[in-house]
């Protein structure tokens, strides 16, 4: 066995974009690798006959990349997105899928941004397409010189930059001449769709015009995007629209308060308007998959539940939820397939692949094995998800979950890393992209301890709400009790780092401040300056009153207490800031003004990386030589200065 190294970025295979439908068993699907001679990412479509042996086959060159693809209802064939030259826009292609070349089906000015999906009849494709937009008058759109004018928030996303100047349309594209057809269009921007089977109704999520465009509602339109009627102004961010086979409900997920991450499934009847939450939060999605029966009597789902990601099957009529046990892993992708379910799953100890289900959870069976053969070639974990009594901050105690990975040989005490994962209303992910770092120090006889403390998602909706307003306050106290049980039992000893990203490189800075548990830190694309985070963040002016219970404007003190750095002064753990230098959901500012605290301060033992480029996705998802360096860097850190 051969212990990972940050060079692995370039053997993951990511699998994603899965397609499939209840016609049929044919699956398709993206991988998606990592190319040291591109230094980028190599993505092809690859097909997958469920109800056969066969193994999976590539459709796609890896010359030319391939995203955003959807697979016929009749099974022959799949559209995709790719950009074959710089010079030209993403088009959309399809191929046949008994093989052949792709062919171009549009050849649009706009190009087209990513596909929805298909009509029933396999004559036309939904598609997402932007479009410039003239802000006012003398905003000139063709303009190399164009300035940002900006009326809105958001003005910026991360990964994609700044979203002023232009609107994204849903079009409608046929898929013999590929002739697009604008469908819904205005000062607005479309995020998703969905015909009704019979093509009669058009559902889609919008978001807002006016001064703060964050939230997307459901609207309703006859099939050619006319007599548009907006159906919800309650909910925030709905997606994942799909109908029900006899098309009289609608199924998406939407979350209930605004800047919560908590998303819930609902039902919407289409004749008598009603909609209403089944589960409520008790049903938390991960996403917003939808994926219903043949039957319409049951909606599969993906499900956040006690730290897993697992299919949830929820019974429409009688509210009743089925889960799928597949053990101690998260399904990230999921999609029909003939009468089944395929989906994507990763554990901490295989790496993503396709399965197939039957729906009562039957009949689960591997389809692939892109990682199989490298990842089983090296140094892996004893894995455990544990209970742990802790502080509840209300005067007694609760139990929470943490994942304890270990050396495969030893009894300990371990040196640990203590991983805080983002959110704060996420949990621990089994990512390996993300994660790397984790497997080279296991190698080196390093335990990980990432804990899903209050605060966390997929707990129920009080355990996640109840860190509002007490960042830092009331989820480190659990961790260090976690610590200090394994510390009793003789599972990690004094030796230990800490390390967060996002939310997580919150708890991380506020820990180097705040607990004199840990030798080293490592600080990644932190919230450190409430105030500023929520000025300068793509999602921070909303997200940020939600999380302090308090606007930007209301309560200064309490942005102030709970902000690291305010205490950045106070730190003495040798501590390691890395940031994306393009990173709009936690920008850069964030970092720099934790370490220029440390650093006036006279701490001698702290550094900054920043990725020129790198986005808040940096260390999952950005250009690979970054990455290489990004989990290089935190290995050796933590392997220093534990």
Same mark, same amino acid.
Request: aromatic share 8%.
């Given at each position: 066995m051969e212990p990972v190294t940050p060079d692995d970025v370039y053997q993951h295979r990511h699998l994603q974009d899965i397609s499939g439908v209840t016609?049929?068993?044919?699956?398709?699907? $993206?991988? !998606?690798?990592?190319?040291?001679?591109?230094?980028?990412?190599?993505?092809?479509?690859?097909?997958?006959?469920?109800?056969?042996?066969?193994?999976?086959?590539?459709?796609?060159s890896s010359k030319f990349n391939a995203q955003s693809l959807v697979i016929d209802p009749t099974g022959s064939r799949v559209a995709f997105v790719s950009q074959r030259t710089d010079d030209e826009s993403p088009q959309v292609y399809t191929i046949a899928t008994d093989g052949g070349e792709a062919r171009v089906l549009t050849k649009s000015d706009n190009g087209v941004s990513s596909l929805v999906a298909w009509s029933q009849d396999?004559? #036309?494709?939904?598609?997402?397409?932007?479009? @410039?937009?003239?802000? /006012?008058?003398?905003?000139?759109?063709?303009?190399?010189?164009?300035?940002? $004018?900006?009326?809105?928030?958001?003005?910026?996303? /991360?990964?994609?930059?700044? @979203?002023?100047?232009?609107?994204?349309?849903?079009? !409608?594209?046929?898929?013999?001449?590929g002739e697009v057809t604008t469908l819904v269009e205005g000062d607005f921007d479309v995020a998703d769709a969905m015909w009704s089977p019979d093509g009669a109704t058009l559902a889609f999520a919008r978001k807002r015009s006016g001064q703060q465009r964050h939230q997307a509602d459901l609207w309703l339109a006859k099939g050619d995007g006319s007599d548009a009627r907006q159906v919800t102004r309650d909910l925030y961010s709905v997606s994942g629209l799909r109908?029900?086979? *006899?098309?009289?409900?609608?199924?998406?997920?939407?979350?209930? +308060?605004?800047?919560?991450?908590?998303?819930?499934?609902?039902?919407?009847?289409?004749?008598?308007?009603?909609?209403?939450?089944?589960?409520?939060?008790?049903?938390?999605?991960?996403?917003?998959?939808?994926?219903?029966?043949?039957?319409?009597?049951?909606?599969?789902? +993906?499900?956040? #539940?006690?730290?897993?990601?697992?299919?949830?099957?929820?019974?429409? /009529?009688?509210?009743?939820?089925?889960?799928?046990?597949?053990?101690?892993r998260h399904v990230t992708a999921l999609a029909?397939?003939? *009468?089944?379910?395929?989906?994507?799953?990763?554990?901490?100890?295989?790496?993503?692949?396709?399965?197939? $289900?039957?729906?009562?959870?039957?009949?689960?069976?591997?389809?692939?094995?892109?990682?199989?053969?490298?990842?089983? &070639?090296? +140094?892996?974990?004893?894995?455990? @998800?544990?209970?742990?009594?802790?502080?509840?901050?209300?005067?007694?105690?609760?139990?929470?979950?943490?994942?304890?990975?270990?050396?495969?040989?030893? /009894?300990g005490p371990f040196p640990a890393l203590v991983d805080f994962h983002g959110g704060p209303e996420s949990i621990t992910l089994i990512d390996f992209a993300s994660h790397l770092y984790w497997y080279p120090l296991i190698a @080196?006889?390093?335990?990980?301890?990432?804990?899903?403390?209050?605060?966390?998602?997929?707990?129920?909706?009080?355990?996640?709400?109840?860190?509002?307003?007490?960042?830092?306050?009331y989820?480190?106290?659990?961790?260090?009790?976690?610590?200090? &049980?394994?510390?009793?039992?003789?599972? $990690?000893g004094e030796a230990l780092g800490c390390y967060g990203k996002s939310y997580g490189g919150y708890l991380s800075a506020w820990t180097a401040a705040n607990s004199d548990m840990f030798k080293a830190a490592v600080?990644?694309?932190?919230?450190?300056?409430?105030?500023?985070?929520?000025?300068?963040?793509?999602?921070?002016?909303?997200?940020?009153?939600?999380?302090?219970g308090a606007d930007l404007h209301e309560s200064a003190e309490q942005y102030a207490r709970l902000s690291p750095v305010e205490y950045a002064a106070k730190i003495d753990t040798a501590t390691l800031f890395l940031n994306g230098q393009d990173d709009q959901r936690c920008p850069v500012g964030q970092c720099e003004e934790m370490f220029a605290n440390v650093i006036r301060a006279g701490?001698?033992?702290?550094?900054?990386?920043?990725?020129?480029?790198? !986005?808040?996705?940096?260390?999952?998802?950005?250009?690979?030589?970054?990455?290489?360096?990004?989990?290089?860097?935190?290995?050796?850190?933590?392997?220093?200065?534990?």
């Open positions: 016609e049929h068993g044919r699956v398709a699907f $993206v991988m !998606s690798r990592a190319s040291k001679a591109k230094g980028g990412y190599r993505s092809t479509a690859w097909l997958l006959d469920t109800q056969s042996d066969r193994r999976a086959r590539q459709l796609t396999g004559k #036309r494709l939904l598609a997402l397409q932007s479009f @410039k937009w003239k802000e /006012d008058e003398n905003d000139d759109p063709e303009s190399q010189d164009r300035p940002l $004018v900006v009326r809105y928030l958001p003005y910026k996303m /991360d990964g994609s930059g700044p @979203k002023v100047g232009e609107r994204t349309r849903l079009v !409608s594209i046929d898929a013999t001449s109908f029900s086979p *006899d098309g009289k409900k609608l199924a998406f997920g939407a979350g209930r +308060i605004e800047g919560e991450s908590l998303v819930a499934l609902f039902v919407y009847d289409v004749d008598s308007g009603e909609k209403r939450a089944p589960r409520g939060d008790d049903l938390q999605l991960e996403g917003a998959t939808v994926v219903w029966h043949p039957d319409g009597d049951r909606i599969a789902t +993906i499900a956040s #539940r006690n730290g897993l990601f697992e299919i949830a099957v929820l019974h429409v /009529d009688s509210g009743e939820v089925t889960p799928i046990e597949g053990g101690l029909p397939s003939g *009468d089944a379910l395929v989906f994507v799953a990763s554990t901490l100890r295989e790496l993503d692949e396709v399965f197939r $289900v039957d729906w009562d959870g039957r009949n689960e069976r591997r389809l692939t094995a892109f990682n199989r053969k490298w990842f089983g &070639q090296r +140094i892996r974990p004893r894995v455990s @998800k544990r209970s742990f009594e802790v502080p509840d901050a209300k005067g007694g105690t609760e139990r929470i979950d943490a994942w304890v990975m270990l050396p495969p040989d030893g /009894d @080196k006889g390093y335990a990980v301890i990432a804990p899903n403390p209050v605060g966390s998602g997929g707990y129920g909706g009080e355990f996640a709400r109840r860190l509002i307003g007490h960042w830092g306050e989820d480190l106290p659990q961790v260090e009790a976690v610590l200090t &049980q394994l510390r009793n039992e003789r599972v $990690v600080v990644s694309a932190p919230v450190a300056n409430l105030q500023s985070h929520g000025g300068t963040s793509d999602t921070g002016y909303y997200v940020t009153p939600y999380a302090m701490h001698p033992n702290a550094m900054m990386v920043v990725y020129p480029g790198g !986005s808040h996705s940096l260390a999952g998802s950005g250009k690979p030589a970054h990455r290489v360096d990004y989990h290089d860097r935190v290995v050796k850190w933590i392997d220093t200065h534990v």
